[in-house]
């Protein structure tokens, strides 16, 4: 079925897929082509956060079975059938696999959504298509992104030759489970390596499928392997791995430290990192249309709850228009902003990821309420959804960027209003945070706006507009946001490394 035949189907229609989907959900590794549970048969839970029911118990990995994974891994590499297989054949089995992620994107939408809560409507609209987009164009690059012979002298032949890597550990983040997985492993599956990947303990359920449908795909077995578990023993057993060439972490920035740390203790493996942001979206008085403008910055910061890398939680507002700004973002954010039903196909907002996290927003929201900001609306959870890890969408007016709702990462739905009275004021609060992964800037004047492009310490930059995106371009961050790229041709790059090979002919 198609994406967007999906796109038709209704609330009772999805409530029946997700029953029959979680019913007997995979819960193993996939290691080596196959299902297999933990050698020590160690299990963790696994909750839908809409509800607080348990969806099933899943396999825990422990160091040994990570072992037993990046062993697969390795010895798939170097045999050979998936890293020396013919370019085309390889692009095949990538186009081939796309196709099968979009012919099961049902089931793979429900699991996600059960799993951590996202809205179906996200799932099949935003997720999923990209997923499918991101196999495609990594399979593109694998006959476009070539070696090169140099110009030396006539007795010499001097080739750059493009390799990959070996074996690449990814380690994801619950936020979008599969796209970030995908970001990582279509790459450097493209480029020649074999993966094992460590979704987030929190939604496990998704990523081993893709796996599977891989290996249903043409992929050789332990070409591409799930080990699950949680973070501190499976991904940590694999970072500190002195068999992983790589590893490509999204993720906390506490967490990616550490994975430096691992690299350092190992054998110095390529670390690749995104991690988190405090994005600012400044608006300017002379902004050129208000309503767009309000409707980019409460979807550049509710959409998905809030849990979004890029999510532009710091609200600059240029005085002149600082209280119709708010007066516009309160009323319109809270009739599209509307906690619900996840599997419900109008909803927009879905619970947080689990009940731990909606604690951690809401005592978040109570330290910004006592440092001095002003509770516009939310900072509360909605009483018809009690179960669930629900938080409503929340704005603070009058906050000051050295406020802790200002400087921490707050992952779930709350923004924050700063007020400022010049573009140099504006620019030294956006810059003034140790993330840097992306800005936006609304105003009308070429000059103020290319004076913050420039200025602004962010890997992406939008100017009168939000979250524009093509898996063509880079993503990334600057500063504490992380190290590398994802998405483009410069990605697919750095799954491979190049060979200097000089050749001295005969006179
Ligand atoms: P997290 O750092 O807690 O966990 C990320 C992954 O790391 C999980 O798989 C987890 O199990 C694992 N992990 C945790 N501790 C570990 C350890 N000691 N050793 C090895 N692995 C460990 O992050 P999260 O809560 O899952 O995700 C939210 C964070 O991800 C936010 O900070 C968000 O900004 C960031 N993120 C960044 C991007 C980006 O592209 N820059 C995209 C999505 C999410």
């Not at 960027?401 to 209003?417: D, L």
């Amino acid at each position: 079925m198609s994406f967007t035949e999906l796109r038709q189907h209704d609330r009772d229609r999805w409530h029946a897929l997700a029953g029959q989907a979680v019913e007997k959900p995979e819960t193993r590794h996939f290691i080596d082509g196959d299902w297999v549970d933990s050698l020590g048969g160690e299990r963790f839970e696994t909750i839908n956060p809409a509800t607080g029911e348990v969806i099933a118990s899943v396999s825990a990995g422990m160091e040994k079975d990570v072992d037993r994974a990046v062993a697969a891994a390795k010895s798939a590499f170097r045999a050979g059938s998936w890293a020396k297989m013919a370019p085309r054949q390889r692009m095949k089995v990538l186009y081939r696999f796309a196709e099968l992620v979009e012919a099961n994107a049902a089931e793979l939408a429900v699991l996600e959504s059960v799993d951590m809560g996202k809205p179906i409507a996200d799932a099949i609209t935003t997720d999923l298509p990209l997923v499918c987009e991101t196999i495609r164009f990594m399979a593109e690059c694998i006959d476009k992104v070539d070696g090169a012979v140099t110009n030396t002298a006539s007795d010499v032949l001097h080739m750059v030759l493009r390799e990959p890597l070996g074996v690449v550990g990814a380690i994801t983040p619950w936020n979008f489970p599969m796209l970030m997985a995908a970001w990582k492993f279509a790459p450097a599956l493209a480029a020649g390596n074999s993966v094992v990947l460590k979704p987030a303990e929190q939604s496990p359920l998704t990523s081993p499928r893709l796996a599977q449908l891989f290996v249903e795909a043409g992929g050789p077995p332990g070409v591409f392997n799930v080990v699950q578990g949680v973070g501190e023993v499976t991904g940590k057993a694999l970072a500190l791995h002195m068999d992983v060439a790589k590893i490509s972490f999204t993720g906390s920035t506490e967490v990616g430290k550490l994975m430096l740390q691992y690299a350092g203790q190992s054998n110095m493996k390529r670390v690749g990192l995104e991690c988190g942001g405090k994005s600012p979206q400044l608006f300017l008085s002379d902004l050129p249309n208000m309503a767009a403008a309000v409707k980019a910055a409460y979807g550049g910061v509710f959409r998905n709850m809030g849990e979004v890398c890029t999510a532009g939680s710091r609200l600059l507002v240029e005085r002149p228009i600082y209280d119709e700004f708010i007066e516009r973002f309160t009323a319109e954010s809270q009739r599209a902003y509307i906690p619900g039903d996840p599997l419900d196909p109008a909803t927009t907002m879905g619970p947080l990821v689990t009940h731990a996290d909606q604690q951690r927003v809401l005592g978040m929201i109570e330290t910004g309420k006592s440092e001095g900001a002003r509770l516009v609306f939310g900072g509360n959870t909605p009483d018809a959804l009690a179960n669930g890890a629900y938080v409503n969408p929340t704005l603070f007016a009058d906050v000051d960027n050295r406020m802790t709702i200002a400087r921490q990462e707050i992952f779930g739905p709350v923004a924050g209003v700063i007020p400022f009275d010049s573009v140099d004021e504006a620019l030294s609060i956006a810059n003034d945070t140790i993330y840097g992964l992306a800005a936006s800037l609304w105003t009308k004047d070429l000059d103020k706006a290319f004076k913050l492009v420039r200025g602004i310490e962010a890997g992406v930059i939008w100017v009168n507009t939000y979250e524009e995106a093509d898996f063509t371009q880079p993503f990334g961050g600057y500063k504490q946001s992380g190290n590398t790229r994802d998405k483009c041709m410069d990605s697919y790059r750095s799954y491979t490394q190049t060979k200097s090979a000089w050749m001295r002919l005969s006179e």
